[in-house]
């Protein structure tokens, strides 16, 4: 009975796998079933929202639930690692404080107010709009009184969209996609 037990301590069964070559065997039953929590979860490929080294990460979702997000190891960049603020993608999506509407300020108002994020877009939409309208001048065709400036995380892609869309599109010519690291 004591000599059974015995055998069972992980470290005489880790000595005497050891001694045998398995070394299986010093895994217990209930580490050897284990599984990590993304196991069977459906993965997309996705970017680093945050800086413009662009590092690649695996999204890990099951029943249209957030799981996790992991440095991708097939990305050439970044081979499956995150720095401390690409890592904590996660959070930045599921924490609870996490800021989900938009603070406005009416012209001439004292107080901020919520709105949600579809408002506060199509008015950005018809501002832009209305500022184009009123200045575009037909000789040049283009306005000068509309101006973008883009973000370090915006890939080659997004910015030949961006100058399609704001210069053939909207006629805006002062646009700068800060493409300088
Ligand atoms: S993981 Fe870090 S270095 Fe990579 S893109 Fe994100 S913020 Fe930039």
Same mark, same amino acid.
């Given at each position: 009975?004591?000599? @059974? #037990?015995?055998?069972?301590?992980?470290? $005489?069964?880790?000595?005497?796998? /050891? %001694?045998?070559?398995?070394?299986?065997?010093?895994?217990?039953?209930?580490?050897?079933?284990?599984?990590?929590?993304?196991?069977?979860?459906?993965?997309?490929?996705?970017?680093?929202?945050?800086?413009?080294?662009?590092?690649?990460?695996?999204?890990?979702?099951?029943?249209?639930?957030?799981?996790?997000?992991?440095?991708?190891?097939?990305?050439?960049?970044?081979?499956?690692?995150?720095?401390?603020?690409?890592?904590?993608?996660? @959070? #930045?999506?599921?924490?609870?404080?996490? $800021?989900?509407?938009?603070?406005? /300020? %009416?012209?001439?108002?004292?107080?901020?107010?919520?709105?949600?994020?579809?408002?506060?877009?199509?008015?950005?939409?018809?501002?832009?709009?209305?500022?184009?309208?009123?200045?575009?001048?037909?000789?040049?065709?283009?306005?000068?009184?509309?101006?973008?400036?883009?973000?370090?995380?915006?890939?080659?892609?997004?910015?030949?969209?961006?100058?399609?869309?704001?210069?053939?599109?909207?006629?805006?010519?002062?646009?700068?996609?800060?493409?300088?690291?």
């Amino acid at each position: 009975m004591l000599a @059974e #037990l015995l055998l069972k301590w992980p470290l $005489i069964r880790q000595i005497r796998d /050891r %001694a045998d070559g398995t070394g299986a065997e010093a895994m217990s039953e209930a580490t050897r079933n284990l599984r990590p929590k993304h196991d069977g979860a459906e993965v997309a490929r996705s970017i680093c929202p945050y800086c413009g080294v662009g590092c690649a990460q695996l999204v890990f979702h099951r029943n249209g639930r957030l799981i996790g997000i992991e440095g991708d190891p097939e990305s050439p960049i970044s081979r499956g690692h995150l720095c401390p603020k690409g890592a904590d993608s996660f @959070e #930045l999506v599921t924490n609870p404080t996490r $800021i989900t509407k938009v603070k406005y /300020r %009416a012209p001439f108002g004292h107080e901020w107010i919520d709105i949600d994020l579809d408002t506060a877009m199509d008015m950005v939409a018809d501002r832009l709009w209305q500022s184009r309208e009123r200045t575009f001048d037909q000789k040049f065709m283009h306005t000068t009184a509309v101006a973008h400036l883009g973000g370090a995380t915006l890939d080659n892609e997004e910015n030949y969209l961006i100058r399609k869309l704001f210069t053939a599109g909207l006629g805006m010519v002062c646009i700068s996609n800060q493409a300088r690291i």
